[in-house]
């Protein structure tokens, strides 16, 4: 019996059917399912579903749980929000799409009934996704301080640039005079990083990308960099702090802190049917191959 856990945040209304066809699937197929408290509130509250499924609350009881998979119901940005609730314990990640294709939860909702039955078969693939991870020479705590897509600094309260003096390993690389600066994993590299003309990366490329957002310098570009480098970045700003961003989680930091950002000590991992693979993703979501000219 396949051990099911369930995370979601806000759902369409028009993925209703979707939804309860998926959690009748899993009751059909014999899993032993738990969903997130905060999650199935929210399904009962909006559809009155009247479930009653055993629940977890927090991510110190899903890894306590240890479930074979956390299905993530939602889009990129709720899959983005449940590797906090995974943290470093390993749990796989299965995506399902109920907005638009996305690259993490590529899983649609057409395909999902076919593709949960096979991964319940055992028909799937892992894939590790490299993870950054940041730390300050300062008081301050980021918790979690991990990031499966990217890691960014910018400028808050103010419509001046900010610099950022990075090193990369102990070595002077660049001030960068920008409204903020990314700093990418090949997952994120089709994230925020794309939408300020930094390169797309396979997902298995041992790689990070430097990605300045709207640099002051235009001959300032993306810079790709070994996954095994260390990055020291320190923010002057004339507001006195700025904005640290993991993911989705923002904290503010004191202008003079210095971040330390390398490779976590761990990767995500993310389930892979045998109808997924990361260039039709690329075909689908970015529409490539089509002419639009008429």
């Known amino acids: ?13 028009e993925a209703q059917p979707f939804v309860e066809r998926t959690l ?7 899993c032993d399912i738990t969903i997130y408290r905060g999650f199935q509130h929210r399904l009962n509250e909006s559809w009155n579903l ?8 927090s991510a110190e009881a899903l890894q306590a749980l240890n479930p074979d998979f956390l299905l993530v119901i939602g889009g990129d940005g709720t899959l983005l929000d ?6 470093r314990s390993g749990i796989p990640l299965i995506g399902l799409n109920t907005g638009r294709l996305g690259f993490l939860a590529n899983i649609t909702r057409d395909e999902a009934p076919t593709a949960l039955k096979r991964i319940l078969q055992g028909a799937y ?4 996704r490299f993870t950054l991870q940041a730390s300050t020479d300062g008081p301050e705590l980021l918790d979690p301080n991990f990031a499966l897509n990217e890691i960014a600094v910018s400028r808050k309260g103010t419509t001046s640039m900010i610099s950022v003096h990075v ?8 001030t ?9 994993t090949p997952t994120g590299s089709t994230g925020y990083n794309l939408s300020c003309g930094g390169p797309i990366l396979m997902p298995q490329s041992p790689n990070f990308i430097i990605t300045p957002i709207a640099p002051h310098n235009l001959t300032v570009r993306p810079l790709v960099i070994p996954n095994d480098g260390v990055l020291e970045l320190r923010i002057e700003a004339r507001e006195g702090n700025f904005l640290c961003s993991l993911d989705s989680r923002v904290f503010t930091l004191d202008v003079g802190t210095t971040l330390r950002i390398q490779q976590a000590d761990f990767k995500f991992r993310l389930v892979q049917t045998e109808v997924q693979d990361f260039p039709t993703t690329l075909r689908n979501k970015l529409l490539w191959g089509l002419d639009r000219r008429n």
């Open 176 to 184: 960068y005079w920008a409204d903020g600066l990314l700093l990418s």
């Open 125 to 128: 693939r892992i894939e590790e």
């Open 50 to 57: 009247g479930l009653d499924l055993p629940e977890y609350t």
């Open 167 to 174: 090193h990369l390993d102990g070595q002077f690389l660049n």
């Open 1 to 13: 019996m396949a051990r099911i856990a369930i995370y979601g945040k806000r759902v369409p209304d």
């Open 24 to 30: 009748a699937s899993l009751r059909e197929e014999g």
């Open 82 to 87: 449940a590797t906090s609730q995974v943290g």
